[in-house]
């Protein structure tokens, strides 16, 4: 029995330093798999920072949704719940039933995978924004729409600055339609071909051109 019993607590011993051994080995494998999560974490929140971006998450199944601080402080509003109809009461009444019934067109394309829309938000303290999002739409296999994420940005200042160059060029254009000379806006492209953004009416006569073939 001498030698058996030395055989069986040998056996024992080494099934103890093999569970041991993968005890150890598990537990190094769950402390990589969370410093590399947050890494990961880390990683992808200072990229969102850089972009300034404000991101968000919605489940379409159990309709539930998650907003960053970012996406927060750019609409102005606080640590409330925030679901599609309160956002939907964010969006300016000129642009809320357009961009509802956008969004809704694209929910149901089954084919449709990714979303962009421009619109206006009307913030607490009464301040009008233009934001550009981008969606990504997450399907099943019969292309049923659950999941969207995606971010917002704040393009107010290329908004206004788009809007300061149309006005000087209807200036322009009012001033040029009064005068009896040839007044023209000449450009050159990359490749080293020129076009004309804008003719006066004198130009159009004189040389017969339309102001979109000029702009060609």
């Not at 569970?19 to 150890?24: L, T």
């Not at 999002?133 to 019969?142: P, W």
């Amino acid at each position: 029995n001498g030698p058996m019993a030395l055989a069986v607590l040998a056996v024992c011993l080494l099934c103890a330093v093999a569970c041991s051994g993968w005890f150890i080995h598990r537990r190094g494998l769950q402390r990589l798999t969370v410093r590399l999560r947050r890494e990961s974490d880390a990683r992808r929140d200072r990229i969102l920072k850089g972009t300034n971006d404000g991101w968000w998450d919605v489940d379409l199944v159990h309709g539930t949704a998650f907003v960053s601080e970012r996406w927060r402080q750019m609409h102005g509003i606080g640590m409330q719940a925030v679901g599609f109809s309160a956002w939907r009461q964010l969006i300016h009444p000129s642009d809320r039933v357009g961009v509802g019934a956008e969004l809704m067109a694209r929910l149901r394309e089954r084919d449709c995978k990714f979303h962009e829309v421009e619109y206006r938000c009307v913030l607490a303290d009464g301040r009008t924004i233009w934001v550009f999002a981008r969606g990504f739409f997450e399907r099943d296999a019969q292309g049923r729409a659950l999941r969207m994420s995606g971010s917002i940005s704040d393009i107010s200042r290329s908004k206004r600055a788009e809007g300061e160059r149309e006005a000087a060029r209807d200036l322009v254009k009012g001033i040029a339609e009064h005068v009896p000379g040839l007044v023209y806006q000449f450009r050159r492209r990359r490749d080293g071909s020129a076009y004309f953004p804008y003719t006066s009416p004198a130009i159009q006569a004189m040389f017969g051109v339309t102001p979109e073939r000029a702009a060609q």
